[in-house]
């Protein structure tokens, strides 16, 4: 990745949130791929339907392979709701699509495959979801499907690639579980952590970065995004928290601000393929 430095959003500008169903995917997707070569940092943020199986032992008692253990029968058992893209230029800047900077974009995708009725979840975080907009029945019948997203991420040369894209997430397990799952054709996750990271690394290369790993090497750093951008005074943008959208746009502005601030000559690339819970080098 390019050196990283501090940009603020001009007031002028505004910043919109794609909104993404069926009827759109082709053409947003189409869009992505033509800015990725100027904006290539996809920084990313799903939305599922919690966790519903727990392990008996604390989360910091559990090695690495048994919290990706507990991590594989939730992804395996549940399907995704949204996942979020910000791109970005190492400086901050957000793709204008032609508005001449007026008007900035992220995307929001928003998939079928969860019903509500009949599908695993946990209460408490749908009700958090429902609170936050989703709107699970215009998923249902206005949504994407997983398994076709999957195969035009792949045909648009979004994933999979020449691996020019770095990606970035909070606490990103989970966001690359689920989309292993969906690029896998909705099968299980591998058997072990070893498999799952070659998938990660097949499909995303190795410039990746979770910034929650990066916060153990930040001084005064902690808790979940929403705490480490407030520390930094890093303003959310557009949208609501717990929208996969404007949590990616979140993430990404919370992570350029953590790189400048906290590893000057780059020093922070060292920690690239390391996801928070999941430490072992990928």
Request: with cysteine.
């Amino acid at each position: 990745m390019p050196s990283t430095t501090a940009h603020r959003i001009p007031k002028h500008c505004q910043v919109i949130i794609r909104r993404v169903w069926a009827h759109n995917i082709e053409e947003e997707l189409a869009l992505i791929a033509g800015a990725m070569h100027r904006y290539p940092i996809i920084s990313i943020d799903t939305e599922f339907p919690g966790i519903i199986f727990h392990s008996n032992k604390h989360y910091s008692a559990l090695t690495v392979s048994e919290r990706y253990s507990v991590m594989k029968l939730n992804v395996d058992a549940l399907n995704l709701i949204q996942l979020g893209f910000t791109l970005s230029d190492p400086s901050g800047n957000l793709p204008d699509l032609g508005s001449g900077g007026i008007l900035l974009f992220a995307w929001e995708f928003n998939f079928n495959n969860f019903n509500l009725d009949s599908d695993l979840h946990s209460p408490d975080s749908i009700n958090l979801l429902r609170s936050s907009g989703v709107d699970f029945e215009r998923n249902l019948l206005e949504g994407i499907d997983s398994h076709w997203f999957a195969r035009l991420l792949i045909n648009y040369g979004i994933v999979g690639a020449g691996y020019n894209v770095n990606w970035v997430t909070f606490h990103g397990a989970y966001d690359f579980a689920y989309l292993i799952k969906i690029l896998t054709g909705g099968n299980s996750l591998p058997e072990s952590v070893e498999m799952f990271f070659e998938l990660v690394r097949a499909f995303f290369g190795d410039d990746w970065w979770d910034a929650k790993h990066i916060m153990k090497y930040c001084d005064n750093l902690y808790g979940g995004l929403e705490t480490v951008a407030a520390a930094l005074k890093v303003q959310r943008l557009a949208g609501k928290r717990h929208q996969a959208g404007s949590d990616s746009l979140l993430t990404c502005q919370t992570f350029l601000k953590m790189m400048k601030t906290f590893f000057p000559e780059e020093s922070w690339k060292k920690h690239a393929g390391v996801l928070f819970g999941l430490e072992m080098q990928a």
